[in-house]
């Protein structure tokens, strides 16, 4: 079975400061990696994915994600933190080969402070 | 973005009154799902479908029912509406089966049951 934990249910940054945002996942097999990003009453936007073709993973908005294998990690970081990041963030382990799918983690939400 | 349309996008209704939610794509693709989201709770997987006629049940499948009689069209149904089931309910498409592909989502339906 997957599973994926998300540290931290709500993350406050200042603008212009770094964002991370925590995910540690559990697969016995090689895993697939998403970060979703959701909006205020919007469906959820696909952000960035792993697929073990490079650890690290640059995605849209100035967000990137890196795969740590030893550490089962997949953390989410932005350099400097943009009034617009203000979101809700997710992140999905697939890869089980069920056509269920992927499996999510609860969400962070992410408060940017002026 | 994914063709991907949900239908009511806003609901209320009473107790113990059937509800349909429909979820139309135009990416044929083969894989659907349906979930719901909760505070607290992230996204949580109702039912998913892996082709026409071809459904199957995920983690909170009490409750409701779905049918996929061609593959834009994949519908949630509660045969009886209880108040626990006021919810966003989000569809889903994948390429892939087994979290392969990402998942792109529907903007959602808000549903509330008095």
């Known amino acids: 079975a997957q599973s994926v934990t998300q540290l931290g249910s709500h993350v406050s940054v200042s603008e212009g400061a770094l964002v991370l945002l925590r995910c540690n996942y559990s697969s016995s097999v090689p895993p697939y990696l998403f970060w979703y990003v959701q909006y205020p009453n919007q469906g959820l936007q696909l952000l960035l994915k792993y697929t073990s073709a490079a650890t690290l993973v640059k995605g849209i908005n100035g967000f990137e994600a890196e795969f740590k294998k030893s550490e089962t990690s997949f953390h989410l970081t932005k350099p400097s933190a943009h009034m617009s990041d203000a979101a809700e963030y997710f992140c999905a382990v697939g890869g089980g080969g069920g056509a269920d799918g992927l499996t999510f983690g609860k969400g962070t939400h992410l408060i940017i402070q002026p | 973005d994914a063709g991907i349309t949900q239908s009511p996008r806003h609901k209320v209704t009473e107790t113990g009154t059937p509800v349909t939610l429909r979820c139309h794509q135009t990416e044929n693709h083969r894989y659907m799902y349906w979930y719901r989201q909760d505070p607290g709770h992230g996204l949580r997987l109702i039912h998913y479908s892996y082709g026409v006629k071809d459904t199957d049940k995920g983690e909170v499948s009490d409750g409701y029912s779905v049918s996929r009689s061609k593959t834009e069209d994949f519908l949630l149904t509660l045969e009886s509406a209880t108040s626990s089931q006021t919810s966003v309910y989000f569809c889903?498409?994948?390429?892939?089966?087994?979290?392969?592909?990402?998942?792109?989502f529907g903007d959602g339906t808000r549903l509330s049951i008095l």
């Open positions: 889903a498409i994948s390429a892939d089966r087994g979290g392969n592909q990402p998942q792109h």
